[in-house]
């Protein structure tokens, strides 16, 4: 089992992780499940006298502000404190929405990320970022905020199909583009079936750790960590407002090839980028730039009236801040 210390609290890493679950001193615990995890992850947590059980429904659809007040009503009708605390148990939707209505709930309980999908585990838990979807635009209500600890069981990988690994997998290949071309070279030179999880999720905890410790609130460096989420986000959000939601990863691949193509990048780069993403992910309609521009057009990222990315200069560094008009896209 791994430790990796954060700001002011710790991941822990390994099929023993459960074990650094304590809330002995909270007056009391509700744990955050959707359907899913209720029914493949919620026994292999540790028994929690009298903890209440909160189910919403899953998928990026309802990561909005009606499940906000599903969840705020359960905690208020069992007269949760404000030394009470939130575990969410499950992949980025109920990481996002969980730490969100936590750190709102009589301003501000404790909580602690389970992650349950790659996805969660390899980026969304990591960082303190909680947020949720408003009028289809991707996590347009939200906070900076720190859970107590998270704790990553490898384990709960084997209940993942195979398309919900194949999408968590984006943020690892994210990561390696924006810092790290060894690892970069590490993925394109294994087979997907013979990945290492936990060697994978490791190196990558320990990237955005590196770059969230520097940069907690998004001021410099950590918007690094947004390269392939401009297009990526507009993406998903056209899909929002369609009422056919995608997964997140696939949007993310889609905005990294994207995006490769307007860095500053040979054209063996941007191949070897487009070609490894198509050949290894299957992947949605990708909509045209006409149709995401007034996603764009509303992305928070942005600058006096410019769309703002983070782009590659380079196999394994990346650059921020680079301002473009929608027409020079």
């Known amino acids: 089992m791994k430790k990796i210390d954060a700001s002011n609290y710790s991941i822990w890493i390994g099929e023993e992780s459960l074990s650094k679950l304590e809330v002995k001193s909270y007056s009391k615990v509700a744990i955050l499940v959707d359907e899913n995890t209720k029914k493949y992850c919620l026994n292999k947590i540790p028994k929690i006298d009298q903890a209440i059980i909160i189910e919403i429904p899953s998928g990026e659809k309802n990561k909005n502000i009606n499940t906000c007040n599903l969840i705020w009503k359960k905690l208020t009708h069992h007269a949760f404190d404000r030394n009470s605390i939130l575990i969410n148990l499950g992949g980025g939707v109920i990481g996002d929405i969980g730490g969100f209505c936590a750190s709102a709930y009589k301003r501000g309980i404790d909580f602690i990320h389970i992650p349950t ?6 980026d969304a838990s990591i960082g303190g970022k909680v947020a949720v979807d408003f009028e289809n635009f991707k996590n347009q209500i939200g906070l900076f905020a720190n859970p107590k600890s998270v704790l990553i069981d490898t384990s709960f990988l084997n209940t993942l199909p195979e398309i919900e690994l194949r999408s968590g997998f984006a943020e690892i290949v994210k990561h390696a583009l924006i810092s790290d071309k060894d690892l970069w070279n590490t993925i394109i030179d294994t087979p997907f079936q013979n990945l290492n999880w936990q060697d994978m999720i490791q190196l990558s905890v320990e990237l ?15 918007k690094k960590l947004n390269f392939g989420h401009t297009f990526g986000h507009a993406i998903e959000s056209y899909y929002l407002k369609k009422r056919t939601p995608i997964l997140h990863g696939q949007a993310i691949f889609i905005g990294m090839i994207l995006e490769a193509e307007i860095s500053n990048l040979s054209k063996t780069e941007k191949n070897e980028i487009k070609n490894y993403i198509l050949s290894n992910f299957s992947l949605p309609y990708r909509p045209s730039k006409e149709k995401l521009l007034f996603f764009l ?8 009236e410019k769309i703002n990315f983070s782009l590659l200069n380079g196999i394994g560094n990346c650059t921020i801040d680079n301002l473009f008009f929608e027409n020079e896209l």
């Open 117 to 122: 999908t790659l996805l969660a585990m390899a």
């Open 208 to 222: 955005k750790n590196k770059i969230t410790l520097n940069d907690p609130k998004e001021n410099n460096e950590r």
């Open 297 to 304: 057009q509303n992305d928070k990222k942005n600058n006096n």
